[in-house]
């Protein structure tokens, strides 16, 4: 005679925990295989889809496709839906994000696609004697195809961060986001958007920024 799961729980007192095919928590970004350079600042954000006894969020990150987890913050309250993490000062292609819905019964979690880090910093020089401004020079090559470089220098220690626009005004990549201490500097775009695709050909426009200045410049992608 077969039984039903449901009979055998009802009569034989069984306790399981079943997986539902809806999810109580969904990682909603960052998604998609994206790709971050190191001291980047990331929204982190989830949707809590099923309640329950819940207690906090706990927020994990793995450098190697889960075989080890670290704790990014714990004991986040209920009401919290979102969280701005610096991305670590390390380099992978194997990252992973999960959160977790800490309950007083069972716990729930969603675990974000693979992504990667890197430093979009190749090289930085401290012996030159340091310029009196913030400075950013003309990348080379340009017209480039498929990479091209770009140099500048900073005084004094600063946030700084470099994008690329489309002709449009819209960001296309974020290279640097991080502060960064007195020396040259030289970093390299290979073309792609921030999700690791490969743009089309045509003009874009690199921002060098930190707190109070600003500088742009034309770069020409040819295929």
């Known amino acids: 005679m077969r039984y039903s799961p449901h009979w055998l ?3 034989l007192g069984l306790m399981v925990f079943v ?3 809806a999810a109580h928590v969904t990682l909603t970004a960052p998604t998609g295989g994206k790709s971050f350079d190191v001291g980047q600042t990331v929204e982190i954000k989830w949707s809590l889809d099923i309640s329950h006894n ?3 969020w706990d927020l994990y990150f793995s450098p190697d496709n889960g075989v080890t987890w670290e704790t990014v913050i714990s004991g986040m309250p209920v009401s919290q839906l ?11 292609q194997t990252a992973l994000l999960r959160i977790v819905q800490d309950n007083q019964d069972f716990d729930y979690r969603s675990t974000s696609t693979t992504l990667s880090i890197g430093s979009a910093v ?3 020089d401290r012996s030159s004697p340091l310029p009196a401004q913030i400075l950013m020079r003309p990348n080379y090559p340009n ?3 498929p990479t091209t470089t770009i140099e500048y220098a900073l005084p004094r220690t600063a946030r700084t961060v470099l994008r690329v626009y489309n002709v449009g005004g819209q960001e296309v990549a974020r290279l640097v986001d991080a502060e ?4 040259y500097y030289r970093t390299v775009w ?3 958007d921030q999700a690791g695709r490969q743009v089309v050909s045509g003009m874009y426009i690199v921002r060098l920024a930190t707190p109070g200045w600003s500088q742009t410049m034309k770069m020409l992608l040819l295929k």
């Open 9 to 11: 729980i009802a009569h």
């Open 82 to 92: 979102s969280y701005s993490w610096t991305v670590p000062d390390l380099e992978t």
């Open 190 to 192: 290979d073309g792609k």
């Open 19 to 21: 997986s539902s095919a």
């Open 54 to 56: 819940q207690v906090d």
């Open 143 to 145: 017209p480039f195809n």
């Open 180 to 183: 960064l201490s007195p020396g």
């Open 122 to 124: 190749l090289s930085v």
